[in-house]
């Protein structure tokens, strides 16, 4: 009975707020104290019962009430965090304190004038509620009392962590307190687990999402390349100014990787206990994931002058504390916890749905992205051991399970962004060639072989199942497959036709001549073949078997036709059949044991809208791997005719790299803006058509030498063995092509080019809408920004 009089206390004091017209003094205590001392409502209840409308109409027709509200509710958490809320009646008031100022604060980010608000003096406030410093210039912002309260709050005893206390004398003085004692797990820099509290771990999450909420402000600023703008709460929050910053930063890492969603061995209630602790890791790990998204004082293009470094804000701690992190135990132990996490929705039991399912993939697969981008040392570790298999076949799996989803989009670019920083490395290229025995249960054909076989066979179901939308990310699967190509022994039949598949879907010609870029995808394919060839032709008698089946490809785009009368036949072909690539005819065979196919996204689904990604040219940065195998980065070269053996310049650029203008215009499209772009751009002969000129300018350079001297040597002693021993027996001619050696016969090697991920304004505008988006659309109970204003994307029902 208690709970519903206090609800109703509560919305009758909300009622009064929205019909008052005359300001109400902040002294006047009884008519404040309705909100947060006598009730006891859920954060679900404070949405319940403060509607948007009722929030928006105090907003605009008694602004010095909200005001009041707000900085009434901030002075209850300074003095909670200063008191360190010894009684419950205290708890519960900074909880209730919470839940309002996480409710009110969206509908004051998505009104302009408001924003300025919480980083304004309140008159007569003082310095964080000390009352000695009454003049104004003591006085702290409203948000940078928030913020500290909150990280007060955090490292609060017997209400957020553990107490120490020796005796029931002792008293812990927040003001004294060493939080790093008090760290919320064991892992990184710390030793002990304290003692497992549920109740801790909810004000925790109470307390973590408000903290969200106060760094949401991004969602209301429309997409900019500026990348000097920073986000004011996260810049504070992440700065000397917070005391608390490494044991927070500290304990948000370790409760993450430490999470084992199965059970945390506890014999009892363990079920009731992972569910906390399930909320807890989600707050944590995306409060991670936005407070890294900054680097703060590291300027990202180096600053070219002192005053340009000053300026960008002072240095994020958090991303200082991340870059700095080295022992091999505490890399060990982040990608054990992160592989761990990343693999529970692939596990399979006896029993259906008996155990745990987390779903919160995405964020760590933008913390595992942080990690590999500002600790150099981390990503090392990872490609020094086959451990970062553990880490590629669950991005396999996302990738291959999300194909056939609109609404998952971002989480297939965050996938392939990983793998393609990951391939940049010779490390991964080699680790790919231990033999996968795994039983993950995907819709992909049966096959025996290596990692590197999977990720073939993966990504070309991609792209000739996936939807219309992932064809942006072909330039970067394929460029994956060209870095690690070089180091990959020996295929398996299934990938190797599979590459073949790829060669003759994107080689006939009406899809060569449908769009500027199209044949950069052939040229990748070749450029993969030649590595294989030049540098691993010993153990890939199964991809120089697939090359001679389907030799007749490599003289046709020998013999590609360019006159005006060819074009336009292959243009009207295009028009009877528009299907991107053959989707049949690549020996489909039967699935794994266990997989559900890939299904597009219900009815209703919401989805955020991403911002386009620059092209593989601005996402890459060539280099070359000399004789010692370290890298010699190859310079961009503009003029035409500066051309590397290769890799040759249409306009400028290389043939295997987007030639778009848009890449460098300053504006920011939506997917769906750049994807009726693309189709005008296709299907309007005003904008683009293909020429004579232009099919010459880049056939001259396709790089068929060194495939046909292959089969100039290969196929007449191939068929003379068909013929002489009558064999019809693949088997045989494989043997043959075993030992066969072609040492003497090719043209000289060439060297290695490798694409590495280099970061840009373009990636990190797409990064920072994507992690909003994914936090938007992961906070549903409460929706905390359902329904409000957000600029930064669109929400779209599917």
């Not at 005006?564 to 053959?582: H, Y």
């Not at 080019?753 to 990190?764: D, F, P, S």
């Not at 938007?776 to 929706?783: A, E, F, S």
Request: hydrophobic share 40%; glycine share 4%.
């Amino acid at each position: 009975m208690g709970s519903t009089d206090s609800k109703l206390n509560f919305r009758k004091a909300v009622i009064q707020l929205t019909t008052k017209t005359q300001p109400v003094e902040a002294t006047d205590d009884a008519f404040w104290d309705q909100f947060w001392a006598d009730t006891t409502t859920t954060v679900q209840d404070v949405f319940a019962l403060v509607p948007a409308a009722e929030i928006r109409a105090v907003r605009e027709e008694s602004p010095s009430n909200l005001a009041t509200l707000c900085y009434k509710a901030v002075e209850k958490l300074v003095q909670g965090a200063e008191s360190g809320c010894p009684s419950e009646k205290e708890k519960q008031v900074v909880l209730n304190c919470c839940r309002i100022l996480t409710r009110i604060l969206p509908y004051i980010f998505e009104d302009q004038d408001w924003r300025g608000f919480f980083w304004s003096t309140v008159p007569g406030a003082g310095r964080a509620g000390t009352d000695e410093l009454d003049d104004d210039e003591g006085a702290r912002p409203l948000a940078e009392s928030l913020l500290l309260a909150i990280a007060d709050l955090l490292f609060c005893p017997d209400f957020t962590v553990h107490s120490h206390k020796r005796g029931p004398d002792s008293v812990e003085s927040m003001q004294s307190i060493d939080s790093c004692e008090y760290i919320w797990e064991a892992g990184v820099g710390f030793a002990q687990s304290p003692p497992l509290n549920y109740i801790h771990d909810l004000n925790r999450t109470e307390l973590l999402r408000l903290l969200l909420t106060c760094f949401s402000e991004a969602m209301y600023l429309p997409p900019s390349s500026d990348n000097t703008i920073l986000n004011p709460w996260v810049t504070f929050f992440c700065s000397t100014e917070n005391r608390h910053a490494l044991p927070l930063f500290t304990s948000l890492l370790n409760v993450v990787c430490a999470y084992d969603p199965v059970g945390y061995g506890i014999p009892y209630n363990h079920l009731l206990f992972s569910d906390y602790r399930e909320q807890l890791v989600e707050q944590a790990v995306q409060i991670l994931i936005v407070t890294l998204e900054h680097d703060g004082g590291i300027p990202h293009p180096p600053a070219s002058s002192i005053e340009e470094q000053e300026s960008t804000g002072p240095e994020n701690l958090f991303v200082n504390y991340l870059s700095r992190i080295h022992r091999e135990e505490d890399f060990d132990f982040v990608l054990k916890g992160l592989a761990r996490l990343l693999t529970n929705p692939l596990t399979q039991t006896y029993l259906p749905n008996s155990t745990k399912k987390i779903q919160f993939h995405q964020e760590l697969l933008v913390l595992f992205w942080k990690l590999c981008d500002f600790n150099k040392k981390f990503l090392f570790f990872v490609l020094k051991s086959s451990d970062v298999l553990d880490i590629l076949v669950p991005i396999l799996y996302y990738l291959n399970d999300a194909r056939a989803d609109q609404s998952r989009v971002g989480l297939m670019h965050i996938g392939v962004f990983i793998l393609l920083l990951l391939s940049g490395e010779r490390n991964f290229g080699v680790r790919l060639n231990k033999p996968y025995s795994l039983h993950v249960p995907m819709d992909i054909p049966v096959f025996t072989g290596t990692h590197a076989d999977l990720l073939i066979v993966v990504f070309h179901k991609i792209i000739t199942t996936g939807h219309q939308r992932l064809q942006p990310l072909f330039d970067c699967l394929l460029t994956i497959i060209v870095n690690v190509s070089p180091y990959l022994k020996s295929l398996s039949m299934v990938a190797a036709n599979k590459l073949l598949h790829l060669l003759e879907a994107f080689s006939t010609t009406w899809f060569l001549f449908s769009a500027a870029q199209n044949h950069h995808l052939v040229f990748f394919l070749l450029e993969a073949f030649n590595n294989i060839i030049q540098y691993q032709f010993d153990g890939n008698c199964n991809l120089v078997y697939a090359i001679i089946r389907k030799r007749n490809v490599f003289h046709q785009l020998a013999n590609l036709p360019s006159d005006p009368s060819s074009i336009q036949k292959a243009l009207q072909r295009k028009k009877k059949s528009p299907d991107v690539i053959s989707r049949t005819s690549s020996q489909e065979t039967v699935s794994m044991e266990g997989s559900h196919p890939a299904v597009p996204a219900e009815p209703g689904t919401l989805k955020a809208s991403l911002v386009a990604m620059p092209g593989i040219d601005k996402l890459t940065e060539k280099s070359q791997v000399s004789e010692d195998g370290t890298m010699v980065s190859v310079p961009k070269t503009d003029s035409p005719n500066a051309v590397h053996p290769d890799q040759s310049a249409v306009t400028g650029t290389s043939d295997t790299e987007s030639n778009s203008g848009r890449d460098n215009e300053d504006v920011f499209y939506t997917e769906a803006e750049m994807e009726r772009r693309r189709l005008s751009s296709a299907s309007s002969t005003s904008f683009w058509a293909p020429t004579p000129d232009w099919v010459l300018s880049w056939k001259c350079k396709l790089p068929l030498q060194t495939i046909m001297r292959l089969l100039q040597v290969l196929v007449p002693q191939v068929e003379k063995i068909c013929i002489d021993k009558g064999l019809t027996d693949e088997s045989e001619i494989l043997k043959f092509l075993q030992h066969g050696t072609l040492v003497g016969l090719l043209p000289v090697p060439h060297p290695i080019l490798i694409r590495k991920y280099q970061a840009n304004a373009g990636t990190a505008m797409w990064f920072r809408t994507y992690m909003w988006g994914v936090v938007y659309l992961r906070n549903v109970d409460p929706p905390i920004w359902y329904d409000t204003d957000v600029r930064l994307f669109e929400i779209q029902r599917m």
